[in-house]
C-alpha cells in the first residue's frame, strides 16, 4: 500500500528534480529557487530557499554525507551549499557557459559530474573545487548521468538517444544507442546482479527516454579489459515519454515518472507493476526514493511535490500490485476486478466491466473480438493497452499455476519451450519463434538488440531434456493429486 501523506506546493513553477539526504528533501524549478524540508515534519528550513541562479535550475543533489548539495541551471552554472546553513560553497562555470542540465557527485564525494546542453561534460575536484578533466558526447545534448555504487564508472545519457560509459579518467568505454527519441534519465541500483549463467557479477542501471520505454541493463567493468553493456529487459506500462527513473535504496524496487502524468513503480525481480499512480495533474518530471525510510518524493509541471509512504510491512518486499487482490485470479468478484483495472490506469473502464458482469473467470477469456464486439470499447490504442494487460495477467496465472522455471520459457513468446535452440547471442529460443524473427529481416538479438554475426540456431538438448524432466514431474504430481 502506498498513500500520499504531504504535497509541497511552495515553488512558483515547474517543479524539475527533487532529491534526498537522509534528513532532508532538496526540489529545484523553473522559478530559479532550490528548496529544502525537514524530513521530519515537512517543514521548510530556515534558510529555504536557496537563491543564486538567474535561471532555471534543472537538477539538485546532495553529496553522499549530506553535507553538501549541488545544483545546476540554464544559467550555465554549477553551484554547491552548504546544507546546515544554505551557504554558497561555490559556484562552478560550465566551459562556454553552456546551459548545465544535470550533475551528479561520485558515491565518495571525489568528484561531481555536469552535464550541459553543449554536449561538454566536466569531471569536478570537490575538495579544490577545479576542473580535473572534461569532455564531451558526439551529438546532442548531456541530459542525464549516473556514477556505479563502486565509483569506477559513471554513465551519461543525451538527447540524441546515447547512452556513453566512462571511467574516472574521463575515458570512454562504451557507447550505445539506448533510446530512439532520447535519453530523459538514468540511474544504478546500489545492489550487484549474477547474469544467472558463468555467475558473473554485474551493476544493474536503468534507462528511459522519449520512446516510452524503461530499459535495464548489466554493466560489467573490469580495469584492463574495459566494460560491457547488456541489455536485460524492457518495461512497459506508460503511455507518453518516460522523463525520470530512480531505484529504491535496496534496488527491489523502480520508480518511474511521464509526460502521461503518471508514476509507476515496478519490481525488478519480476518485472511487474506494483503500484500506479496518478495524483498528478500534468507531467511527472522527477521522482526520488529516501534512502533510510519508507518514503518516495515525485515532483511536476503542475509545480507540487507529492510525498508519498510505503506500508512499512510491504515496503520494497516485492508485494503485488496496489490492492489487487490476492487470491487466484479465477476467483475474483466483479469488484476485484474493478480494483485491478484502476491499478492498470483502466478506472475508466470500470463501469463498462460492471455493465457486463465481468468477474475474474470472464476476464481471463476476454479476446480483442468481445472487447470491440460485446463490450463495444471504441478505441482502438485502449483495447489494445487492455487485450496487452489480460495478456501480461494470463501469463503471470499461467507461470504461479504451473511453477514453470523462467528459463524454460521463450524469451519472445513467454511460453514453455518445445524445441530449444541456442542464437549466436548466447540465448535459448524456441525454435518457430526464432525462425519467425530472422525470416521478418531482423538481423538483432531479441535479448540485447546486439546484432547477431550469425544466423546459425543450435539445437539445445539439453534444455530440452531439462524441460521434459520437468514436465515428467508436473505429470507425476498431477496424477497424484
Known amino acids: 500500500m502506498v498513500k500520499l501523506i504531504h504535497t509541497l506546493v511552495d515553488h512558483s513553477d515547474d517543479v524539475n528534480y527533487c532529491a534526498f539526504s537522509s534528513s532532508c528533501l532538496a526540489s529545484c524549478s523553473l522559478d530559479k529557487t532550490i528548496r529544502l524540508y525537514s524530513l521530519n515534519n515537512f517543514i521548510e528550513l530556515p534558510y529555504s530557499p536557496l537563491k543564486g541562479h538567474t535561471y532555471a535550475v534543472h537538477c539538485c543533489c546532495f553529496s553522499p554525507s549530506g553535507h553538501i548539495l549541488a545544483s545546476c541551471s540554464t544559467d550555465g552554472t554549477t553551484m554547491l551549499w552548504d546544507t546546515h546553513n ?197 507531467y511527472v518530471t522527477t521522482c526520488a526514493f529516501a534512502p533510510d525510510i519508507p518514503l518516495l518524493a515525485t515532483g511536476s509541471m503542475d509545480k507540487t511535490v507529492n510525498i508519498w509512504q510505503f506500508d512499512p510491512k510491504q515496503h520494497c518486499t516485492g508485494s503485488l500490485l496496489e490492492d489487487e487482490p490476492k487470491m487466484s485470479v479465477e476467483n475474483w468478484s466483479e469488484e476485484e476486478v474493478s480494483v485491478w483495472l484502476c491499478a492498470q490506469g483502466l478506472k475508466d473502464l470500470v463501469g463498462i466491466f460492471k455493465m457486463h458482469n465481468i468477474d475474474g473467470k470472464e476476464l481471463l477469456s476476454l479476446t480483442k473480438h468481445s472487447l470491440t464486439n460485446d463490450l463495444k470499447i471504441e478505441s482502438l490504442g485502449l483495447r489494445t493497452k487492455v487485450f496487452r494487460k489480460i495478456e501480461e495477467l494470463r501469463i503471470k496465472v499461467d507461470s504461479v499455476s504451473l511453477g514453470i522455471p523462467d528459463e524454460f520459457l521463450c524469451p519472445i513468446t513467454r511460453e514453455l519451450m518445445k524445441e530449444p535452440v541456442i542464437a549466436a547471442d548466447g540465448y535459448s529460443y524456441e525454435k518457430e519463434a526464432m525462425e519467425n524473427w530472422i525470416s521478418k529481416k531482423r538481423r538483432s538479438s531479441p535479448m540485447t538488440n546486439l546484432p547477431l554475426h550469425s544466423l546459425v540456431l543450435i539445437p539445445n538438448r539439453t534444455l530440452k531434456m531439462a524441460i521434459n524432466r520437468w514436465l515428467e514431474t508436473q505429470q507425476k504430481y498431477n496424477e497424484t493429486t
Not at 544493474?204 to 520512446?211: H, K, L
Not at 541489455?231 to 529504491?248: D, I, K, M, R, W
Open 86 to 282: 544554505g551557504q554558497t560553497l561555490a559556484v562552478l562555470k560550465q566551459p562556454h557557459g553552456s546551459p548545465v542540465r544535470v550533475c551528479r557527485f561520485s558515491p565518495d564525494s571525489t568528484y561531481l559530474v555536469s552535464g550541459a546542453a553543449d554536449g561538454s561534460i566536466v569531471l569536478w575536484n570537490v575538495q579544490s573545487l577545479k576542473l580535473y578533466r572534461s569532455g564531451s558526447v558526439k551529438d546532442g545534448s548531456l541530459v542525464a548521468c549516473a556514477f556505479s555504487p563502486n565509483g569506477n564508472l559513471f554513465v551519461t545519457g543525451s538527447s540524441c538517444g546515447d547512452l556513453t560509459i566512462w571511467d574516472d579518467k574521463m575515458r570512454c568505454l562504451y557507447n550505445e544507442k539506448a533510446h530512439d527519441l532520447g535519453v530523459t534519465c538514468c540511474d544504478f541500483s546500489s545492489h550487484t546482479v549474477s547474469d544467472g549463467e558463468q555467475g558473473s557479477r554485474y551493476f544493474r542501471m536503468a534507462s528511459c527516454g522519449q520512446d516510452n520505454q524503461i530499459k535495464l541493463w548489466l554493466i560489467s567493468f573490469v580495469d584492463f579489459l574495459g566494460c560491457e553493456l547488456k541489455y536485460e529487459c524492457t518495461l512497459n506500462g506508460h503511455t507518453a515519454p518516460v522523463l525520470a527513473c530512480a531505484f529504491s535504496y535496496d534496488g527491489q524496487m523502480l520508480v518511474s515518472g511521464s509526460v502521461d502524468k503518471s508514476i509507476i513503480i515496478h519490481d525488478t525481480k519480476t518485472r511487474s507493476i506494483l503500484h500506479t499512480l496518478t495524483q498528478h495533474t500534468r
